[in-house]
Nanobody
């Protein structure tokens, strides 16, 4: 089970830190997996914005590079997304999952950026 949190309403230029908690069967195999954060804006498909490998190497979509930082805490089975310099275009529901999208999607967390 995946539970995302940390979203909210923020002004352009502001910051948010999203958290993703993995629980259940995935708990025992969290560390070897690669994880990602996806965003889904209204009327658009879900898209990958950041990923982090088991080695902790990271990749970012061009639209968020330099502004977002993904991290993980294997001991707590948590994945984080630090979002800085937020823009109105970042408004979306954000989800986490394994990079292979192997788990049921959680409810996500809404991020709304006002301009």
């Amino acid at each position: 089970r995946l539970v995302e949190s940390g979203g909210g309403l923020v002004q352009a230029g502001g910051s948010l830190r999203l958290s993703c908690k993995a629980s259940g069967a995935i708990f025992s195999v969290f560390s070897p997996l690669d994880w990602g954060w996806w965003s889904q804006a209204p009327g658009r498909q879900r898209e990958l914005v950041a990923s982090i490998a088991s080695s902790k190497s990271t990749n970012y979509a061009d639209s968020v590079k330099g502004r977002f930082t993904i991290s993980r805490d294997n001991s707590r089975k948590m994945v984080y997304l630090q979002m800085n310099s937020l823009q109105a275009e970042d408004t979306a529901v954000y989800y986490c999952n394994t990079l292979e999208e192997s788990l049921d999607w959680g409810q996500g967390t809404q991020v709304t950026v006002s301009s």
